[in-house]
């Protein structure tokens, strides 16, 4: 007998994929150009010229045994100082190399701090909306997801809320800004009155409750929009940071794990890190693109390029009547569904060659996800088809 529950992720595609494969099919029948593909959050922008460079310059220069070889398991030491030092720079946290864990994105780094972090049965809380694979992340780890309803309209974390779930299995809570699929960045308040009642939880159950902060996007906010750092407002902090959005390298899995150097527990969270880096195989990161990483540790992608895309598309949706949050960061617009179904939303807009994302997975009904990191070309082209659906639901 096989592992069911695996067979049960392994056999079914997630509503995303499921889209995204649906779009691939539907470009041969009727030309690239006639669908408009928000479906997937990949990066439309190019990696910056200094990664292309650095990559040449270490496969024409530097030993290829070594440049390919197995690194250590948590990474290789530069990797680990390169990322240190930028925390420290940019964060003022004073942490060191033996705080870092290199990983293969954020979905391993996110995989290996809950099965570092929970026993089975413990508690973890999401904020909805959430990434969809939380869940599977989570329940892999043993632990249960319990889902904090956000505050109406804005989708900031409702402190009253969040103060209901927590119990004394609450082991951690993962806060993800700029949110996917939202793009709400959680504001300094918020993060303050959150770690203010993390604190005092603690106390009350007298264990620690553990903060994971999910960062993938945590480069791409516009505005000059900031993006507070949880290590200086919460000691339990584990960040889960990944490449693939801030330098446009999702391909490459690349990412990393930092431990808060404040943390009580800071050497055993850390090693607990390392153990189940080990027990899930994810160890030794991508070698090549530790030593990218650690020579191009200050490269940034053109966020102006998303950002001129989020104008283009949110006037745009506003102005014909659709209701979203202004998003400050990450490519997602969450648009509210015309009609309570947003499943009967999708298929209208299907029908006009648009593929969004139906939201209910996210924890969150009667919305949809519009990834705009597409080019601004098929954002124009796909304006008079938003307008004809709206306006067919204004005749009804
Ligand atoms: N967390 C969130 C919120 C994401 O949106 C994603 C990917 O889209 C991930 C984690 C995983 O990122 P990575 O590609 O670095 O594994």
């Given at each position: 007998?096989?592992?069911e529950?695996?067979?049960?992720?392994?056999?079914?595609?997630?509503?995303i994929?499921?889209i995204?494969?649906?779009?691939?099919v539907?470009?041969?029948?009727?030309g690239?150009?006639?669908?408009f593909?928000?479906?997937?959050?990949?990066p439309?922008?190019?990696?910056?010229?200094?990664?292309?460079?650095?990559?040449?310059?270490?496969?024409?220069?530097?030993?290829?045994?070594?440049?390919?070889?197995?690194?250590?398991?948590?990474?290789?030491?530069?990797?680990?100082e390169?990322?240190?030092?930028?925390?420290r720079?940019?964060?003022?946290?004073?942490?060191?190399?033996d705080?870092?864990?290199?990983?293969?994105?954020?979905?391993?780094?996110?995989t290996?701090?809950?099965?570092?972090?929970?026993?089975?049965?413990?508690?973890?809380?999401?904020?909805?909306?959430?990434?969809?694979?939380?869940?599977?992340?989570i329940?892999?780890?043993?632990?249960?997801?319990?889902?904090?309803?956000?505050?109406?309209?804005?989708?900031?974390?409702?402190?009253?809320?969040?103060?209901?779930?927590?119990?004394?299995?609450t082991?951690?809570v993962?806060?993800?800004?700029?949110?996917?699929?939202?793009?709400?960045?959680y504001?300094?308040?918020?993060?303050g009155?959150?770690?203010?009642?993390?604190?005092?939880?603690?106390?009350?159950?007298?264990h620690?409750?553990?903060?994971?902060?999910?960062?993938?996007?945590?480069?791409?906010?516009?505005?000059?929009?900031?993006?507070?750092?949880?290590?200086?407002?919460?000691?339990?902090?584990?960040?889960?940071?990944?490449y693939?959005?801030?330098?446009?390298?999702p391909?490459?899995?690349?990412?990393?794990?930092?431990?808060?150097?404040?943390m009580?527990?800071?050497?055993?969270?850390?090693?607990?890190?390392?153990?189940?880096?080990?027990?899930?195989?994810?160890?030794?990161?991508?070698?090549?693109?530790?030593?990218?990483?650690a020579?191009?540790?200050?490269?940034?992608?053109?966020?102006?390029i998303?950002?001129?895309?989020?104008?283009?598309?949110?006037?745009?949706?506003?102005?014909?009547?659709?209701?979203?949050?202004?998003?400050d960061?990450?490519?997602?617009?969450?648009?509210?569904?015309?009609?309570?179904?947003?499943?009967?939303?999708?298929e209208?807009?299907?029908?006009?060659?648009?593929?969004?994302?139906p939201?209910?997975?996210?924890?969150?009904?009667?919305?949809?996800?519009?990834?705009?990191?597409?080019?601004?070309?098929?954002?124009?082209?796909?304006?008079?088809?938003?307008?004809?659906?709206?306006?067919?639901?204004?005749?009804?």
């Amino acid at each position: 007998m096989i592992n069911e529950k695996m067979y049960g992720l392994g056999s079914k595609r997630s509503i995303i994929r499921e889209i995204f494969e649906y779009c691939k099919v539907r470009a041969q029948e009727i030309g690239k150009e006639n669908v408009f593909d928000f479906s997937i959050g990949n990066p439309s922008v190019a990696p910056p010229d200094e990664i292309k460079e650095c990559i040449n310059e270490l496969v024409k220069n530097e030993n290829s045994v070594l440049l390919h070889g197995y690194t250590s398991a948590q990474g290789d030491l530069g990797a680990r100082e390169a990322v240190a030092g930028d925390i420290r720079k940019r964060f003022g946290v004073e942490i060191s190399a033996d705080d870092i864990y290199m990983t293969c994105g954020a979905a391993a780094s996110l995989t290996i701090s809950l099965k570092a972090l929970c026993n089975e049965g413990d508690e973890c809380i999401v904020f909805a909306p959430f990434f969809t694979e939380y869940r599977v992340f989570i329940e892999n780890a043993g632990a249960k997801v319990v889902v904090s309803t956000p505050m109406e309209k804005t989708f900031q974390i409702d402190i009253a809320d969040l103060e209901s779930k927590i119990t004394n299995r609450t082991k951690c809570v993962i806060i993800n800004s700029p949110s996917n699929p939202s793009g709400v960045v959680y504001n300094e308040k918020t993060v303050g009155d959150v770690t203010a009642l993390l604190r005092k939880k603690e106390q009350e159950y007298g264990h620690e409750i553990y903060l994971i902060a999910d960062e993938p996007y945590r480069e791409l906010v516009y505005d000059g929009v900031r993006v507070p750092y949880l290590m200086n407002y919460y000691d339990d902090t584990i960040v889960c940071y990944s490449y693939s959005k801030a330098l446009s390298l999702p391909g490459e899995r690349i990412g990393y794990i930092a431990v808060c150097p404040k943390m009580k527990d800071n050497r055993k969270v850390y090693l607990a890190v390392c153990g189940a880096g080990r027990s899930l195989g994810y160890v030794c990161a991508p070698s090549l693109f530790q030593q990218v990483i650690a020579r191009t540790i200050n490269a940034k992608v053109d966020v102006n390029i998303y950002k001129q895309n989020r104008d283009i598309l949110y006037n745009g949706l506003t102005e014909m009547g659709y209701d979203c949050v202004k998003p400050d960061g990450a490519f997602y617009l969450f648009v509210k569904s015309p009609e309570e179904d947003a499943y009967a939303f999708f298929e209208k807009a299907k029908s006009k060659e648009i593929l969004v994302v139906p939201c209910d997975d996210f924890g969150v009904k009667g919305y949809v996800r519009i990834a705009y990191c597409v080019s601004k070309d098929m954002i124009i082209r796909s304006l008079p088809a938003f307008r004809a659906l709206m306006t067919e639901y204004a005749k009804n």
